[in-house]
């Protein structure tokens, strides 16, 4: 099946700056992997020319197959146990002060990765001091011990993302469960920790209705979802889900206000938007708000 053409507002060229090359460089030096360049993320200009990225944990290798995503799926290789320090390395290195840690699902273990997730926060708090850090985590298949491992490492933003609306979601996601991600978001709210903020995200143009990203919406928002992104599916090969709309800029707002008329205290929404689209910059504004 033919790509669709993308539109104007969704070219983005890639720069040879230094900054691109610092990071690019960083993470090669120490063997770590950033779902930037893994998804081919389309924000991988702005981010690694602002002298950040998004580290990717747990190998490169996902145990699923979801059909708007570009990482190579298959069958994991063990644990790496120094991953934690070389990450921690890393972010010293490019002086990091807010930290992204993202990972390829691992229905493989037992706890999802669960363990490795929480070394990594407790090792950035112990060697980064006053730095901030948010975890984008897989469903973990339900493990409600393995979540609470993770918030008990007291990130400051846990974010699990629905990625698409219910409608579409058994085609696009067949090894998740669109119910078992709500109740997931659903106990991070409700658990003992009320200073970590709970966070979604999702694209849009795989051919849902407005109704559709209503529900969703409504979904995150009964589940005190705080901050949600949404952004435009871009088809990264013939052999993923095909586009069925690209959204103008302007449709994005619609949605951005759509959320904030539910509640949702803060909304990242345009074409190029993905699940840590100014991350760093939208925890500022939450702390501000909560003083």
Known sequence: MQIKRKPEWLKVKLPASHEFQHVKGILSQFNLHSICQEAHCPNVTECFHSGTATFLILGNICTRNCLYCNVQHGTPEGLDEMEPERLTQAVKELGLRYIVITSVTRDDLSDGGAGVFARCVERLYQEVPGCRVEVLIPDLQGNWDALECIIKSKPHVINHNMEVGPAFFSHIRPQGNYHLSLELLHRISQYGEKEIVVKSGFM?????????????????????????????????????????????????????????????????????????YHAAKISQTESRMAL
Request: a negative charge; charged letters at 20%; aromatic letters at 10%.
């Open 204 to 276: 849009v143009g795989f051919g849902e209705s407005w109704s559709d990203i209503m529900v969703l919406l409504h979904d995150l928002a009964r589940v005190h979802c705080e901050m949600v992104t949404i952004g435009q599916y871009q088809q990264p090969s013939r052999n993923h889900w095909p586009v069925m709309k690209y959204y103008h800029p302007d449709e994005f707002e619609v949605m951005k206000g759509m959320a904030q008329e539910l509640g949702v205290k803060h909304v990242e929404a345009g074409p190029l938007v993905r699940s840590s």
